[in-house]
């Protein structure tokens, strides 16, 4: 008898590995949290230390944003475990690197390949679980990556916070080698997915675009660009409100930030209940729930009760980011779902990179980072308002067709 190849099928395990990759965008910022000052201090001979060395910590975002487009359309043409497992090895080469480097400028270049990696790679490993899970299943591990992400931050903060202590400047640099040991569990534990042949693009509802749908992804990216902002704004300036509102001791500021992350994880595990709602419903609730937390933190006149108004701002967050990969992926066919998820990383990354500057500019033309947080929250409720029109009308569109019929 002849053996019939029997399909494999992702589960627990293979997802369980695609999602800790995110860490590794995570990890190109948070792990020199605790050690700035000691890098500053390193380089403080050279003019524009301190610009350089806040340049250190953020250029991989240039290389993200550059690269991700390309990394998409790679993955569709090499396939997707190749990059994976390749730009995953490349990471912990050009992450460890400034370790053994004395040149600011070559750890600046060596930074900046970092982020040519980990746009590859997190292009790679979305993509991959796009193509292992449908449906519902794919929605929850979608949720789950921001999960992933909020827990890693607290995580390697500490990790880095370590190792600058133990190693000086150079310590966190080391923890990127962490990242050879997932590229060798993830070669162990999946595999290259398939293209669907012609019968079975046919015959599966879960495929809507087997061409690229370039307008409608142009329109989903200037949605993700907004909310990336709003995403990005308590991450990267939580420390400087709780400053500003009596808070020095950093123990206690990184309690709190802890606190606020939770609501992150909140709102990725509210996503496995909400995520059965249409996707202008979702991003209604989600920027209602993104404005109602700016309001509110900019409106404390605490810490804690700024860090409980964060908490709504988080969960807002922990829904906002799922449901838009889910939106940018729903309907992709196989052969263009790399290039649709490369291009949506590239709006997202944009947004990380504007949120600083757009927060910085609100709070210089306002009275402070607060002000800033409320103008964030008012433009959010507009957004949730024009979601909430949108959605009423789908839905009256909806009724109308079912009674014609």
């Not at 370790?99 to 997190?122: D, H, K, M, P, Q």
């Not at 990127?176 to 290259?192: D, F, R």
């Not at 749908?213 to 142009?218: D, F, H, K, T, V």
Request: proline content about 3%; overall charge positive.
């Amino acid at each position: 008898m002849n053996d019939v190849a029997v399909p494999r099928r992702a589960g627990s395990v293979q997802g369980l590995v695609l999602l800790l990759p995110i860490s590794m965008t995570v990890a190109t910022v948070v792990l020199f949290t605790a050690s700035v000052a000691l890098m500053t201090e390193r380089f403080r001979a050279i003019a524009h230390a301190d610009y350089l060395v806040q340049l250190v910590i953020t250029i991989p975002a240039i290389g993200i944003l550059l690269f991700a487009p390309l990394a998409g359309w790679l993955t569709d043409a090499i396939g997707r475990r190749r990059i994976l497992v390749g730009s995953m090895l490349a990471y912990a080469v050009f992450g460890c690197a400034p370790y053994f480097l004395e040149n600011i400028y070559a750890i600046l270049l060596t930074r900046c390949a970092l982020g040519v990696c980990v746009s590859a790679v997190v292009t790679a490993s979305t993509t991959m679980i796009s193509d292992y899970f449908k449906g519902r299943a794919r929605e929850r591990w979608f949720a789950a990556q921001a999960a992933v992400s909020a827990i890693s931050a607290v995580v390697l903060i500490w990790v880095g916070g370590r190792l600058g202590a133990s190693l000086g400047w150079r310590g966190p640099f080391l923890a990127y080698a962490y990242s050879i040991v997932l590229a060798i569990a993830i070669w162990v534990l999946t595999w290259e997915p398939s293209e669907e042949s012609p019968e079975e693009l046919t015959a599966n509802e879960d495929v809507s675009y087997t061409e690229f749908p370039l307008a409608r992804m142009l329109g989903i990216c200037i949605v993700t660009l907004g909310a990336s902002i709003t995403f990005y704004a308590v991450s990267t300036q939580n420390a400087n409100a709780l400053v500003t509102l009596g808070v020095h001791d950093p123990a206690e500021i990184g309690r709190l930030s802890a606190v606020a992350t939770f609501g992150t994880v909140l709102g990725t595990a509210a996503f496995g209940v909400l995520g059965r709602l249409p996707t202008a419903g979702l991003l209604t609730l989600d920027f209602a729930l993104l404005g109602l937390g700016f309001v509110l933190m900019a409106a404390s006149g605490s810490a804690q009760v700024y860090t409980m108004s964060a908490v709504v701002q988080q969960f807002g967050c922990g829904l906002v980011l799922p449901t838009l990969l889910v939106w940018a992926t729903r309907g992709l066919a196989f052969r263009i779902r790399g290039r649709a998820i490369g291009m949506w990383q590239a709006a997202f990354q944009v947004g990380q990179l504007l949120s600083g500057i757009t927060i910085t500019f609100l709070a210089a033309h306002s009275a402070g980072l607060l002000a800033a947080f409320s103008t964030l929250g008012v433009a959010c409720l507009g957004a949730a308002v024009v979601s909430g029109l949108a959605a009423f009308t789908l839905l009256r569109r909806s009724g109308r067709a079912r009674a014609s019929i």
